[in-house]
């Protein structure tokens, strides 16, 4: 069944399409030398397809062979061995790519770093980590200046490296291969690092390019950070396809649309806020050629996911997973028609449940603990803490239910939900309801403590331009389609919400009221 499934979604993406019968050889010997890793992805990229176009970003572009070439360069030269762990602390950039690849081909382990992080925050990622190297931006200088015990290495010095560094020869695939280490938000509190695996295989990738159309030698603008996991995946999966990336340091909607309708970009690979701030934009008088628009990492807002669709077409891919396992169900544009809350349905070779307080699963449409599994799962944290695993099933961490075609709803987080007065209060639920006002740009809902009840709900509002709303209309709107006990006692218009570089609320920086 896995090759017969293998084979019609690589026939169908354009994977097994006729080649240069010395080019093709070369390709699969690098995928059986070095593996379905970054290196090998690349490696087999410039054996079949060494002039394409492999990364374009603000200021430089490379083809497969010279991204090759300047990555195994950098490998030659990188102060680290292999079973080190090298910091990447970059933006979307040409630099970040190479400096992560050469990083998996000297065999160390790169250590993905959030690009919004707190100093007191990258001091303890540092430390925690065991850093031998960090490899950053140069508008990270000052922030990375006082670090202890780690070789710090600007975007100079990395170039320098490159150019002074005389190719090798034909490299020998580490005896240790690079271990990727991504964090997790940390919008609480430290992040910790998370182990990623190496597929296997190619059915990882299938799994995915089966819900989402991705096709061999598309255009794929990434424009979820690299170092979060949907935009590692989406670097994972581009140099599988040998596709163009284009990347900008900054996600900027106008330069993103933009570049979009320039370049004629097929693919867009982003978080759910970004396509907030594309809708933002007055729609152009071309669509572009956007094919696929998949996004991951948040909750699509309630409404936007048609919004988006009557403007673009239906080319919207919600993908629902998280750092710790990969995937947990994908929507597509039908899914989402039919159902715009969906987190849509798991793909090929993994499997969901939905389990109540005593491990068993709970019927369709009542809410439960999502628990997965599929070869992606995390290897655990570098720290050795503890997960919430069910009979080999991981659990996510987010309360959720199913409907009766399938369909999985994520319904909030567990440690979201609060007790109001003795009643269970899901504030994604109510989340959801506002985010359908037409005069809400963007909406968070948040449990706050309360003297009397124990906890109680606040609402933060951000209004689109031109638009107005009181208070007592948003607490109406709640009270007429759900309980007494989820109208938020606290409502504050906000002009902007807090969030992480991924898109995530900062809960903590949202203003308490009393």
Not at 86 to 101: D, F, K, Q, T, Y
Not at 390 to 417: I, K, P, Q, S, Y
Request: proline letters at 6%; aromatic letters at 4%; a neutral charge.
């Amino acid at each position: 069944m896995d090759a017969a499934f293998i084979a019609s979604t690589m026939a169908r993406r354009g994977l097994l399409t006729p080649g240069r019968p010395g080019r093709v050889v070369r390709q699969f010997a690098a995928l059986g030398r070095w593996g379905f890793g970054l290196a090998g992805e690349l490696r087999q990229a410039a054996a079949r397809s060494p002039e394409r176009i492999a990364v374009v970003d603000d200021e430089r572009r490379l083809t497969y062979a010279q991204l090759l070439g300047r990555a195994e360069r950098l490998a030659g030269a990188l102060p680290a061995g292999p079973g080190d762990r090298v910091g990447l602390l970059c933006r979307n950039s040409v630099r970040m790519v190479e400096s992560l690849i050469g990083t998996t081909i000297r065999g160390a382990d790169p250590v993905l770093i959030n690009t919004g992080l707190s100093a007191h925050q990258l001091a303890e990622v540092t430390k925690n980590q065991g850093l031998r190297v960090l490899i950053h931006d140069d508008e990270f200088t000052d922030q990375v200046a006082l670090l202890t015990g780690v070789e710090r290495l600007n975007e100079r010095r990395i170039a320098d490296m490159i150019a002074e560094t005389s190719p090798e020869g034909a490299l020998s695939p580490p005896a240790r291969p690079g271990r990727t280490v991504v964090l997790t938000s940390g919008t609480t509190g430290v992040p910790k690092g998370a182990r990623r695996p190496t597929p296997g295989g190619f059915r990882p990738l299938c799994s995915v390019i089966d819900r989402i159309p991705l096709r061999a030698g598309d255009t794929v603008m990434i424009s979820a950070p690299l170092f979060h996991t949907w935009g590692f995946a989406g670097l994972q999966i581009a140099l599988a396809l040998r596709a163009t990336i284009v990347l900008q340091r900054r996600f900027d909607a106008a330069a993103a649309q933009a570049t979009m309708a320039g370049r004629s970009v097929d693919a867009l690979i982003g978080v759910p806020v970004m396509l907030q701030q594309l809708m933002d934009l007055p729609a152009s008088a071309k669509r572009p050629s956007l094919r696929v628009a998949a996004v991951s990492g948040s909750a699509l807002p309630g409404g936007l996911a048609g919004r988006f669709m009557d403007r673009f077409g239906d080319v919207l891919y919600n993908l629902y997973g998280s750092t710790e396992a990969s995937w947990v169900s994908i929507a597509t544009p039908a899914d989402l028609r039919a159902a715009p809350n969906t987190a849509g349905r798991p793909p090929y070779g993994t499997r969901v449940a939905v389990l109540g307080d005593d491990g068993r699963p709970v019927p369709d449409g009542t809410v439960g603990r999502l628990f997965v599994v599929n070869e992606m799962l995390f290897e655990g944290y570098t720290d050795d803490a503890d997960t919430r695993m069910c009979e080999g099933m991981l659990g996510t961490g987010d309360l959720g239910h199913r409907d009766a075609d399938g369909r999985v709803f994520v319904d909030g987080r567990e440690d979201d939900m609060i007790v109001s007065g003795g009643e269970n209060v899901h504030p994604g639920e109510v989340a959801d309801l506002l985010a359908g006002l037409p005069q809400v740009r963007d909406v968070a809902v948040i449990g706050v403590p309360d003297d009397e009840f124990g906890q109680r709900l606040a609402a933060y509002l951000v209004l689109r331009d031109g638009e107005t709303l009181d208070h007592e209309a948003v607490r109406a709107h709640v009270r007429r389609h759900r309980a007494r006990f989820c109208v938020p006692r606290d409502v504050v218009f906000l002009d902007e919400l807090p969030r992480n570089a991924t898109g995530k609320v900062l809960a903590r920086e949202l203003p308490r009221n009393g």
